[in-house]
């Protein structure tokens, strides 16, 4: 199975800071990377497949890049709705991975 | 509007079997690949499996901590997916969220979830 790291696992920014997680994995995988979203009680929420196409309605601070092992999410203006964990999968292979998650919270 | 819609958790003894169900609406659900992902209590998301479209012969794949123990279906006609979940361990306690893969994308990953329904199991 391929195996997905974060980091970091967690990290405190204030409202405007530019925040950047990065994601990698045990083995090539393209660009079969997604990133979601999850605030505290809540479901999930897509934000980018395919390592850097935002889902509709994301908005454009959200980006993503890399391919192969390494990749980044980044978000250019933190805003108090972007306060959450954040977590990356990879579907190039069977089973699809999730990385362990990155929180992100109030400094 | 899409809208996926979980229920069928509970309560169950280890050992024990539980079905759950996810009710779409929105969208051609027949289209679509669909998936179950869970989250244990206070811990990060796990792939538990996903079933393909009928184009694609509604193949199935699965996590190896599931794969014999849970089986992933579809009825086109009622636009619902489920989750038949034998042998259950206290492991398997988590929110199960079921997840639409998005049509014409490669790889057709998660573009939509449902709320979630949560599965406990304990004696």
Redesign the interface.
């Known amino acids: 199975d391929i195996q997905m790291t974060q980091s970091p696992s967690s990290l405190s920014a204030s409202v405007g800071d530019r925040v950047t997680i990065t994601c990698r994995a045990s083995q090539g995988i393209s660009n079969y990377l997604a990133w979601f979203q999850q605030k505290p009680g809540k479901a999930p929420k897509s934000l980018i497949y395919a390592a850097s196409t935002l889902q509709s309605g994301v908005p454009s601070k959200f980006s993503g890049s890399g391919s192969g092992t390494d990749f980044t999410l980044t978000i250019s203006s933190l805003q108090p709705e972007d306060f959450a964990t954040y977590y990356c999968q990879q579907y190039n292979s069977y089973p699809f991975t999730f990385g362990p998650g990155t929180k992100v919270d109030i400094k | 509007e899409v809208q996926l819609v979980e229920s069928g958790g509970g309560l169950v003894q280890p050992g024990g079997s539980l079905r759950l169900s996810c009710a779409a609406s929105g969208f051609t659900f027949s289209d679509h690949y669909m998936a179950w ?1 869970r989250q244990a209590p206070g811990k ?4 538990v ?2 079933t393909r479209n009928k184009a694609n012969s509604y193949t199935t ?4 901590s599931v794969k014999g123990r849970f089986t992933i279906s579809r009825d086109d006609s009622k636009n619902s997916l489920y989750l038949q979940m034998n042998s259950l361990k206290t492991d398997d306690t988590a929110v199960y ?1 079921c997840a639409r893969g ?1 049509k014409g ?3 057709a ?8 329904t949560l599965v406990t199991v304990s004696s």
């Open positions: 992902v990060g998301l796990e792939w499996g996903r794949e699965y996590a190896a969220y998005a994308i490669v790889g990953i998660t573009d939509y979830w449902g709320l979630g």
